[in-house]
Structures are given as structure tokens and as C-alpha cells.
T-cell receptor
Framework: ETGVTQSPTHLIKTRGQQVTLRCSSQ?????VSWYQQALGQGPQFIFQ???????GRGNFPPRFSGLQFPNYSSELNVNALELDDSALYLC??????????????FGPGTRLTVL | GENVEQHPSTLSVQEGDSAVIKCTYS??????FPWYKQELGKGPQLIID?????GEKKDQRIAVTLNKTAKHFSLHITETQPEDSAVYFC???????????FGTGTRLKVLA
């Protein structure tokens, strides 16, 4: 069984640019959630994908968007980067069965720095 | 709005002592409460969880208690070891939303 993987591990961008972060879910999982973790803070929910559709969204603007693919992997896209977008971006995968939420397992994260 | 408060923000204990971290949640519909351990440069790792139909759960040196009436839940680590040093996060979720609301974290230092 493979765990959650994310790429890249680190990324440096400049203000106004666009970025795509990638996540491969744990084997057997069908749901992916994305979180933003600012330095010294707890993770903040961005959105969740299930069956290739967004299944809930936190308090993040539309320039944060995502995709889920048929193999359950996922992308997080951020347009028009701002300095405050600098953070650790975490992907978590889980298995949804018959409406029951199961444990979310996190990847190692992508550290994004916006200059 | 939904909120989870976590205390203390830092905690130092001597090796072998116990550590307790407390969280309070605001949404009475929350029914699932996981605890995560995050080491430097890594993603959060699930260490124990509890659902609202259970008052206490134990796994070796780690236990979690839940008081639904007071909307409190706590993590207890006994016989602490230096490798327990990390940042610990509590979270609360409601099965209908599937999103986790995290606390602000507790930095635990176990002194040898």
C-alpha cells in the first residue's frame, strides 16, 4: 500500500504567477482534500474532491481551483499568486463509503514561497 | 462560525511524565475528532481518533477523552519519550461536510 505523495516538495514563485501542485492519493482511497498551512498555524480547509467533482469548499477565493482525475489523483491550481499564499499545501486522501467519512491521511506537503 | 480552540500552545514535560492537550469545539454537530502529530518538515500523521458515540479511546500510551456536553476533547500521552516531541493538532468534523476544522497546534517538548 502506497501512501499519499505530493509534488513538488518545494516551489518558489513570484507575485502574479500561477502554480499547480499535484497529489497522488493513497491506494484504495477515492476522496482528496486540500489544506493550506501557514507557518505556526493549523491546516485550513481549501476544498475536497470526490468522484472528480468539488465536494465542499472553505473560505478561499476562486483563484484557488482544483481537479480530480479518474485515478483519484488531484491538482491544486492557484492563479494570481499573492505574498500571503506562501504556505505549506497539504493533500489528504480518504475513503468515502456509503456516506461514511473515514480517516484522512496526509501527504508530506508542498512548501510554496511567493516572492 | 466553526472553530476549534486548542491549549496550551507549548508544553514542556520531563521524560516519563504525562502530557495533556485540550481542545474545545464550537459546532455541536461535530461527530468525529482526530488527533494528528506533525514533525518538522512532514505532513500531519493521524495518531488517534474518537467518534461522538464513544467517551474514551486508548491506544498504548495515547488516550483521547470526549465530553460532548461541554464540547471538550483531550489528548493524554503517558510515559512520554523524546520521540514524542512534535506539534500536535486536534480537529473536529461533521460527517456531512467531510472537512476538518483544526486547532492551532501544541508544540510538545519532552526533555530527556
Amino acid at each position: 500500500e502506497t501512501g499519499v505523495t505530493q509534488s513538488p516538495t518545494h516551489l518558489i514563485k513570484t507575485r502574479g504567477q500561477q502554480v499547480t501542485l499535484r497529489c497522488s492519493s493513497q491506494s484504495g482511497h477515492n476522496t482528496v482534500s486540500w489544506y493550506q498551512q501557514a507557518l505556526g498555524q493549523g491546516p485550513q480547509f481549501i476544498f475536497q474532491y470526490y468522484r472528480e467533482e468539488e465536494n465542499g469548499r472553505g473560505n478561499f477565493p476562486p483563484r484557488f481551483s482544483g481537479l480530480q482525475f479518474p485515478n483519484y489523483s488531484s491538482e491544486l491550481n492557484v492563479n494570481a499568486l499573492e505574498l500571503d499564499d506562501s504556505a505549506l499545501y497539504l493533500c489528504a486522501s480518504s475513503l468515502r463509503l456509503a456516506g461514511i467519512d473515514n480517516e484522512q491521511f496526509f501527504g508530506p506537503g508542498t512548501r510554496l514561497t511567493v516572492l | 462560525g466553526e472553530n476549534v480552540e486548542q491549549h496550551p500552545s507549548t508544553l514542556s514535560v520531563q521524560e516519563g511524565d504525562s502530557a495533556v492537550i485540550k481542545c474545545t469545539y464550537s459546532d455541536s454537530a461535530s461527530n468525529y475528532f482526530p488527533w494528528y502529530k506533525q514533525e518538522l518538515g512532514k505532513g500531519p500523521q493521524l495518531i488517534i481518533d474518537i467518534r461522538s458515540n464513544v467517551g474514551e479511546k486508548k491506544d498504548q500510551r495515547i488516550a483521547v477523552t470526549l465530553n460532548k456536553t461541554a464540547k471538550h476533547f483531550s489528548l493524554h500521552i503517558t510515559e512520554t519519550q523524546p520521540e514524542d516531541s512534535a506539534v500536535y493538532f486536534c480537529a473536529a468534523s461533521y460527517s456531512g461536510t467531510y472537512k476538518y476544522i483544526f486547532g492551532t497546534g501544541t508544540r510538545l517538548k519532552v526533555l530527556a
